[in-house]
Nanobody
Framework: QVQLVESGGGLVQPGGSLRLSCVAS????????VGWYRQAPGKQRELVAD???????NYANSVKGRFTISRDNAKNTVYLQMNSLKPEDTAVYYC????????????WGQGTQVTVSS
């Protein structure tokens, strides 16, 4: 069984920074692509950023230049460094990982709230 546990969300003022973490545990053979989605109230879940095992990254236009995704393959962990946060970044952030156990399955974290407000 695989679990993803997120941490690092919270309340921050506009212009501030937060760092989200997501660690996978369980019977893991390997982890392929990982990433972060977010969902604001009344809106659809949207991709924020993802990263391949080799380190190739992809970002939503709205976060380019402000957010940085990274991963530590040895620790089964993905990070999202969020700088210059704006009120429109307020959402629940979900990590996902494509994990190979006996088969390839996408797993999701429980979500962590990020609120940007003065």
């Amino acid at each position: 069984q695989v679990q993803l546990v997120e941490s690092g969300g919270g309340l921050v003022q506009p212009g501030g920074s937060l760092r989200l973490s997501c660690v996978a545990s369980g019977s893991i053979f390997s982890i392929k692509a990982v990433g972060w989605y977010r969902q604001a109230p009344g809106k659809q879940r949207e991709l924020v950023a993802d990263i391949t095992r080799g380190g190739s990254t992809n970002y939503a236009n709205s976060v380019k230049g402000r957010f940085t995704i990274s991963r530590d393959n040895a620790k089964n962990t993905v990070y999202l460094q969020m700088n210059s946060l704006k009120p429109e970044d307020t959402a629940v952030y979900y990590c996902y990982m494509q994990i190979v156990t006996t088969t390839l399955i996408s797993y999701w974290g429980q979500g962590t709230q990020v609120t940007v407000s003065s």
